[in-house]
C-alpha cells in the first residue's frame, strides 16, 4: 500500500502542472485582461466581464479588434507609453509570457499564491477567510445527500420495479434534469420575496446583528440563513448518489452468495445488512471525499453567488469577473491539489471499508 500511495503522489506533479499549464494559456489568450481593465478606469470606461468596453459617450468598442500585446494591452490608444509600462509593471505584465509562467509556478511550489489585484490582499488569507463558508455549505449538503440518498436507493432496489420506484425515480429524474441554481431561484422566487413569501433571508449566513444574539439565537439564524442554500444544493446533488446505491444493492442482490444466505434459512432483513449491505456500500462510502469536494468547489458556485454567500465559490465569479489573475490562479491552485489529495484519501477509503482490497496486487 505504502508504494502505491507513493505512486499516486508522484502521479500528482505531472497532473497538477498540466492543469495549471492548460488554464494559464488559456485565460491569457482570453481578452479583457487586468491591464485592459486599469486602463478603461483610467480612460473612465465601464467594463464589463467579457470583451467590450463603454466609452463615456455611450458608444461601444469591441476590444478584439485592437491591439494584442502580451499582458493585455487592448484599448490603450490614448494612454502615455510610460504610464501603459507602469501600468503592466504593476500587474506583472512587463515579462514575457513563459516567464510569468515559471515564476508563478515556483512561488506556488511554497505556497506562495500572490496578493489580490483587487484589494491587495494575499490569496492564501482570502481562501482561508472564504473557507468557512463553502465548508459549512458543503459539509451540510453531503450530509444531507447521504442520508437521503442511501436509504432511498435501498428502497428502490428492494422494491425494484414497484410503484414506489417508479414514483421516486421520476423525482430522481428531476434531479438528475434541473441543476442546483435553477432549484436556487426557484426557491428564492417563492420563498424570499421573489414574488410569494419572505420567509428566508436573501443574503449572508448570518444577520448582521448575529455578535449580540445568544447562542440559541445564534444557532437558530445560522440555520434560518442557510436552509435555502443547503435543500438547492441537496436537490440537486442527490439523484446521482440514490442512483449509485441502487444500482450497487441489485448488482450484489442478485450474487450468489446472497442465494446462499437466503438458502441456509437466514431472514431477508439479516440477508440485506448482514450480508449485501456492507459490499454494495463500498464505492458510495469510498466516494464520500470526492463527493463532499464535489459540492464544495463546484456544486456551491452558484448558489452562493445567488444568496450572495461570502464563500470560495463568490470569490472565484467575482476573480472571474475582475480579472483578479492572482485570485483565479492561486484558487485554481488550492483546489487542483486539494482535488487529487480527495481522490487518494477516496482510494485509501476503499481500503477501510473493505481491507481485502490491495491497491499494490492489481498493479494501480
Known sequence: MTAYILRRLLLMIPTLLGIMTINFFIIQAAPGGPVDLAIAKIQGRDVDATTRFTGT???????????????????????????????????????PILERFFLMLRNYVVFDLGES?????????????????????GLWTTLLVYLISIPLGIAKAVRDGSRFDVATSAVVVVGYAVPSFLFALLLVVLFAGGSFWQIFPLKGLVSDNWDQLSWPAKIADYFWHVTLPVLAMVIGSFATLSMLTKNSFIEEIGKQYVQTARAKGLGERRVLYGHVFRNAMLIVVAGFPSAFLSVLFTGSLLVEVIFTLDGLGYLGFNAALNRDYPVMFGTLWVFGLLGLIMGLVGDLMYVVVDPRIDFDTRGA
Open 57 to 95: 459617450g455611450g458608444e461601444t468598442r469591441d476590444t478584439s479588434q485592437s491591439s494584442t500585446e502580451p499582458g493585455g494591452s487592448r484599448g490603450s490608444r490614448g494612454i502615455p507609453p510610460e504610464l501603459l509600462e507602469r501600468i503592466k509593471k504593476q500587474y506583472g505584465f512587463d515579462k
Open 117 to 137: 489585484f483587487q484589494s491587495n490582499t494575499k490569496v492564501v488569507d482570502l481562501v482561508i477567510s472564504k473557507m468557512p463558508v463553502s465548508i459549512s455549505l
